[in-house]
């Protein structure tokens, strides 16, 4: 093996060959001459990546590994990890995009004598986009020794650019990262960082000097970038034509300062020359890189309840301009850092948790934002919005004022936290974000204009209040203590709606009720497993993933709520083609155990398979969809089918039992299977509208909107 050759795991494999881990674990046990383990642990191997393909071929259960998997396999198994594979892959395309020719003539020659030649040529790509390796920038040019295990990967991601343009190809390969390893970064979500783009403004003429101070993976600066900056878009003039980066991971601000600048590097001829990109590695707080920097714009999303943010020796900073945040009160100098960073008039949007909105401990710093007009609008967003996602954290939307004193102050609040009709499983993958969108914009761009939202005691979506009202004890700036709640239906008219349903959909629950079994002996029939149906060409195994396309993604809160398809496709990085559901199919959730299982009808079908779950697609001529549906719910059944990760079970949908019966018998299963579905959803609606009615009784008579007559 060569060394420091990339290293896949099991699950690679599997990807890799297109079967789920067990079958990777019974070639093991089966086949002698099986790469053996190079490194990682006894529970969990890997494997030299170069061997496994070799070995896969020499079966026949590898044809040809995916161009985009391959890289991938290479970037995930890199010797240095993938924070550093994904360093020299942003820096070799950012070459290829610079100097395509420079590139080509780069790797005609061996692996060993590419890494020498191609050290320096990354050091002049480098210097030219982000200066000389002297000035503190974020990306330090790789030496040969470090190139050599990542040329493999280097000529992958080239020929993946190729395809697809260098920025999009580096998108795809960071958002992998990101993907199979969510724990191990603070994400803002694409379409919060957006948002929070435009209320900053960056979209506007007047915005040309933008500012993250805690940059992380990059997201907020690549929004206020915007769509229209890429190759042909509209508009890319008006987009700011100075990023300024902070963060103090130093692999991330390398990562980021590579992604803008391979997003910059494919502006269009109209986009303003020569931007400027300045990232750089730090402590933003206690060792500021642009202290001097006047910004139009400053978006953050800072880290949370952090106690050893520079409190003791930050005690004299001039930054406080709003008081000396106290030790538990990080997220307040992170605010006051960013309007020191501002020019006057300029806007800062941040992402806040909840608590600093109210807790006592920063009372004074937010009744003087209050009173010299910095804080503008405190805009609670639902929970799922951005990690962590059981919190309905808060934007602050910032302004530096200027040497006039604003008279009458006014503060605009905005509390989509709690919708009026919240969906069963809400969350992250619940959240309608295009709503959300302008239902906040609405409310920012109405106050903005001098023409704020009505402030009728029924308008709860938002309201701007003078801030005298608000400079009391606690100077309390949570939107949900200044707003009405928002009841759980539109007032008794919607009650009334709610009851004439409810009482419909409890009279077919009666109706549905399945009579109570007859006593009988157990039956034993002779059964199969689905992976023998596979392999027989019964059925089809797929799973879902993160495919990008057009329409709606069946997600697993869809599958256990039993609603309507209500994912949104992923965004950025290359294409992947998405597993369309057809009528017919049945979608199993693969964490938590088959508690629940869908067939998909005709209104369903057509929508993409989203994460965490598995479809089958049998042979309507062998096998019948309730029949299978039915059996598959069996408590024995997928107990011997789930295994346990930590603390999840994990269903291995091949190890499923089925009885071997005639097409006929099975219908007659399948028939009985479907009644109880349709009792089963009768149950739940009616549970829904149950909770419904009762929480709007509880509003209505706590509002006065109900009497208790």
Known sequence: MPENATEVTAAGIARLAGVGRAAVSNWRRRHADFPQPVGGTETSPSFALPEVERWLRDQGKLVEVPLRERVWQQLAGHPAGPVTALVHAGCALLLVNRSPAAWREITGVSDERMAGVLSLALDDALAARFGPAGNGRAVRTPDRAELLPSVPLLRGAAELAAGTGAGEAYEFLLGRQLDANPRQYTLTPPGLAELMAELAGTGGSGVRTVLDPAAGTGALLMAALGPADAPGGPGAASRPAALHAQESDPGLAAVTALRLALRTADAPRTAPRGRTLDVRTGDTLRADAFPGL???????????????????????????????????????????????????????????????????????????????????????????????????????????????????????????????????????????????????????????????????????????LPVIELLDDDVDLAPARHLPSPAATGGPAELAGVHERLTTTLGLATRLTPPPPAPTAPAHRPLTTLGELARAGALQLRHGGAGTGTGPVLTEHDVLGGTPPSGAPATGGAPEEPVLVEAGDVVVPV??????????????????????????????????????????????????????????????ARRLQLPRLPLAEQRRYGERFRALAAFEDALRLAGRLGGQLVQGLYDGLTDGTVTPE
């Open 294 to 464: 006047a910004a139009d714009a400053v978006l953050c999303h800072p880290p949370f309840n952090e106690r050893n943010w520079g409190h003791d020796e930050l005690a004299y900073d001039p930054r406080w301009e709003y008081g000396f945040p106290a030790r538990t009160e990080s997220e307040l100098a992170w605010v006051q850092h960013a309007l020191a960073r501002l020019r006057d008039g300029g806007t800062a949007v941040l992402l806040m948790p909840p608590a600093a909105a109210s807790r006592r401990s920063g009372r004074r710093i937010r009744a003087d934002l209050l009173r010299r007009g910095a804080l503008r609008a405190v805009i609670a967003l639902p929970a799922g919005a951005a990690p962590p996602y059981g919190i309905p954290l808060h934007l602050w939307v910032l302004r530096r004022p200027g040497a006039e004193p604003q008279p009458n102050p006014e503060l605009l609040l905005v509390d989509t936290a709690e919708p009026a009709e919240q969906p069963t499983g809400g969350g992250r993958d619940r959240l309608d974000l295009t709503a959300l969108r302008h239902a906040v914009l609405d409310a920012w761009h109405a106050y903005e204009g001098q023409h704020p939202p009505p402030t009728a005691p029924h308008s709860a979506a938002a309201r701007t």
């Open 591 to 652: 964490l938590g155990g088959v508690t629940v299982v869908r067939v998909v009808d005709e209104a369903t079908a057509g929508a993409a398979l989203g994460r965490n779950l598995q479809l089958l697609r049998p042979d309507p001529a062998v096998l019948d969809p309730w029949f299978l549906a039915g059996f598959l719910r069996g408590t024995t059944n997928n107990r011997q089918a789930s295994s346990h990760a930590s603390t999840a079970t994990r269903l291995d």
